[in-house]
């Protein structure tokens, strides 16, 4: 039994015998309050911490399934926190500046679960979220009561009807669906010019290790995405095989794998050879 009296005009809380034994609290140990939900709070000893953050103590928590996947409220909003954190600067280091000790402990779980993929692009270790995981709990919508949803080959093309100087950039995405920039200030001019679609997640991007720009737009990946999977799945691996099992641009695939590889989802053993994580 736990119960709350005032002191020295402070709210104290008086720990039983029989709840001090159980958390195996003893007098002048250290404890800590972790915020859980709006109203409640995990309550342990600081020595306990680390087993928290290493992910030990698990953390009851409501969970959400969608297809075959399991994810629970909390681990979602870990998601979301991560989600707000651009690819190149999710660092370890970063990450532990915005998560709480309980959430650190939640970012382990999902990590276990593989929805969060660790993963190294040059000296640095960065942290993806699986896009499986990212389209059912971060993107997802769902259709109308009785209405089916439409295949990416049925929806119309969104025309972004673009002016000035990178027009025919964005005219060329419209038409293939990807686009590959050579220069930073292209590619930074792209950006801009498509940045409310970039922030609705119409239009995908990312440097590679070239240092050259792949963009492409959410249509052309989501359209493209499974036969590139289906592709490595039956062995290939290059870029050429993948792209002719595919049957697509060479330059439209590599774009695609680039972006798997910054969320973890596949790796870049060398140069134009790629493998599932």
């Known amino acids: 039994m736990m119960k709350v009296f005032k002191q020295n005009n402070k709210l104290a809380v008086y720990l039983s015998p029989e709840a001090a034994k159980e958390l195996g609290i003893e007098e002048n140990d250290d404890v800590d309050f972790f915020k859980y ?3 409640a709070f995990l309550f342990m000893k600081k020595s306990e911490v680390a087993n928290l953050l290493a992910g030990i103590t698990s953390v009851p928590q409501p ?18 926190k991560l989600d707000t954190i651009r690819y190149p600067q999710r660092t370890l280091e970063k990450i532990n500046d915005i998560l709480n000790a309980q959430e650190k402990a939640l970012l382990q779980q999902l990590i276990r679960k593989k929805a969060v993929n660790p993963f190294k692009k040059g000296n640095v270790e960065l942290y993806g979220i699986s896009k499986s995981i990212y389209d059912k709990f971060l993107m997802r919508k769902k ?3 009785g209405e089916a ?3 990416v080959q049925s929806k119309p093309i969104e025309r972004m009807h673009i002016e000035g100087p990178y027009a025919p ?15 930073e200030a292209e590619a930074g001019g792209v950006s801009l010019a498509l940045e409310d679609r970039i922030r609705h997640g119409k239009v995908l991007g990312t440097r590679s290790f070239n240092k050259r720009f792949y963009i492409v ?6 359209q493209h995405n499974p036969a590139i999977i289906k592709a490595m799945r039956e062995g290939a691996s290059k870029v050429a095989e993948i792209a002719d099992k595919a049957r697509m641009p060479e330059e439209g695939s590599r ?3 680039y972006l798997l ?5 596949v790796r870049e053993r060398r140069k134009d050879s790629f493998t599932l994580a």
């Open 143 to 145: 259709p109308s009561q």
């Open 255 to 257: 774009a695609i794998l």
């Open 149 to 151: 949803s439409p295949s």
């Open 261 to 265: 590889a910054e969320n973890g989802d």
């Open 217 to 222: 737009t959410r249509q052309f990946f989501d």
């Open 169 to 183: 950039l964005i005219r060329s995405l419209e038409e293939r669906g990807y686009l590959v920039v050579q220069t």
């Open 37 to 39: 939900s709006d109203k």
């Open 63 to 80: 969970v959400i399934q969608r297809g075959g996947d399991y994810i629970g409220v909390e681990e979602i909003a870990v998601l979301k």
